[in-house]
């Protein structure tokens, strides 16, 4: 079955305590993406990936990393989580960067 | 001023009514448009790609209007289970690097 898949789907940690949140994509896009949601804000792009390799930032990076080092795999690593980062991230993915993205179930995080 | 636009509603209608929402988008060299759709706390999920000459899928139609910057979403027959949030998205512009830009949100409710 094609998909995404992010994990966990639910942390509820610490400030300060680094995080990865994973995301694997079974259908060889080479387009990846993490957004994080919160009410009245909508969805907002924190970063995206053209490729291998090759990542860049969204509208709000300020405070997360990300990696491409596969095709597959498109982790979002938080170094020192602070509380303004709970929120509802969602990974996705598209065969190319013009086409409808397919989007994980949703990681719900919590900082205190 | 964000990238696309779209009213909050919420647009409450009854079952079998005809609604319709529009969107704007701000950046005139945005290539691809869409509509998602999302439930209360799941992930988006692509309703229809939005073209030049509009397109239709049984009971939704998306139009696309460059010269004006807007995009719209024709529901008819209107049922139960299409109360969710319609996300409207633009992407593709080079000059905002392809990031994907999502609209807040519209929310519909549909009642007996």
């Known amino acids: 079955e094609a998909q995404v898949t ?3 789907r639910y942390l509820i940690t ?4 680094k995080l990865t949140v994973t995301c694997s994509q079974n ?13 009245g804000l ?27 080092k ?10 020192s989580p602070s509380p ?29 | 001023r964000k990238e696309v636009e779209q009213d909050p509603g919420p647009f409450n209608v009854p ?16 290539q691809s448009f869409f509509w998602y759709r999302q439930d209360c706390r799941k992930e988006p999920k692509l309703l229809m790609s939005v073209y030049s000459s509009g397109n239709e899928d049984g009971r939704f139609t998306a139009q696309l209007n460059r010269a004006s910057q807007y995009i719209s979403l024709l ?5 139960l289970s299409d109360s969710a949030t319609y996300l409207c998205v633009s992407s593709g512009a080079v000059n905002s690097g392809y990031a994907l830009n999502f609209g807040k949100g519209t929310s519909l409710l549909v009642t007996p």
Not at chain 1, 14 to 17: D, L, M, N, P
Not at chain 1, 27 to 39: G, L
Not at chain 1, 93 to 106: A, E, K, W
């Open chain 1, 84 to 112: 303004n980062q709970t929120s509802l991230y969602f990974c996705a993915s598209s065969l190319y960067v013009r086409q409808p993205q397919h989007f994980g179930d949703g990681t719900r995080l919590s900082i205190l």
């Open chain 2, 75 to 79: 529901i008819r027959d209107s049922k």
């Open chain 1, 42 to 68: 909508g969805l907002r792009q924190i970063y995206y990936s053209m490729n291998v390799e090759a990542t860049d930032k969204g509208d709000v990076p300020e405070g997360y990393k990300v990696s491409r």
């Open chain 1, 70 to 79: 596969e095709k597959r795999n498109f982790p979002l690593i938080l170094e």
């Open chain 1, 6 to 8: 992010q994990n966990p």
């Open chain 1, 14 to 17: 610490v400030t300060g305590k």
């Open chain 2, 15 to 30: 079952e079998g009514a005809t609604v319709a929402f529009n969107c704007t988008y701000s950046n005139s060299a945005s």
């Open chain 1, 27 to 39: 259908m060889n896009h080479e387009y990846m993406s993490w957004y994080r949601q919160d009410p």
